[in-house]
């Protein structure tokens, strides 16, 4: 009997900030994943902003960088801050720039959401806005869980450790999750 691939995972974080909560939630979900799995993390902070004058001359190397990485991952994590009930544009402006044709690499591929805010509500606004984005680039977003980390403040220390039993219980059921639906929607 052969044993089942590993899901190589590409996961793309809203923050660049050093002392991030969503940082910290991304390496929690690296500590917590399945066995077999492995999270590559994107690097978008070296993106330009979108303009579509710089695209004519071609993909800035940092875009080309993230589109093929997007391509060859099984699956993907969006780990999100939430700014003005949104997703941040640092990670629109990734997004936005990834998704330009030909070949858009998001399309098919499996997704799973988190994010931290120290507010109550712990992104849930942000990631709806993404869940949309997805659903325009033809991913296949993953339902449940919902990680929605809020009041951030009060759950990691001062190490960005993650000390919320039951927030690292979500976590690491999201990505037993994200494992069974790439398999389940055939990427793996
Ligand atoms: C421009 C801006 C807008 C923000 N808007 C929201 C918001 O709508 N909802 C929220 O919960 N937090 C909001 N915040 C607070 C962020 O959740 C907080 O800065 C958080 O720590 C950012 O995530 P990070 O720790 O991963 O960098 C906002 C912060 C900034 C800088």
Redesign the pocket.
Known sequence: MSEAKGIGVLAI?????T???????LRTAIELKPPGMTIETADIGSIPLYNEDVLARGFPAPVETLRRQIAAADALLF?T??????M?GVLKNAIDWASRPPDQPFAGKPVAMM?????????V??QYDLRRSCVFLDMHPLNKPEVFI?A??TKFDAAGRFTDEAGRGFIRDLMVALEQWTRQIGRK
């Not at 974080?13 to 900030?17: I, Q």
């Not at 801050?81 to 949104?86: A, D, G, R």
């Not at 994010?115 to 992104?123: C, D, I, L, V």
């Open positions: 974080c809203g923050s660049l900030r002392g991030s909560y969503n940082r910290a939630a780990v801050p939430e700014y003005n009930y949104s941040p994010g931290a805010s120290p507010g109550m509500g712990g992104t606004r942000a809020g951030a403040q």
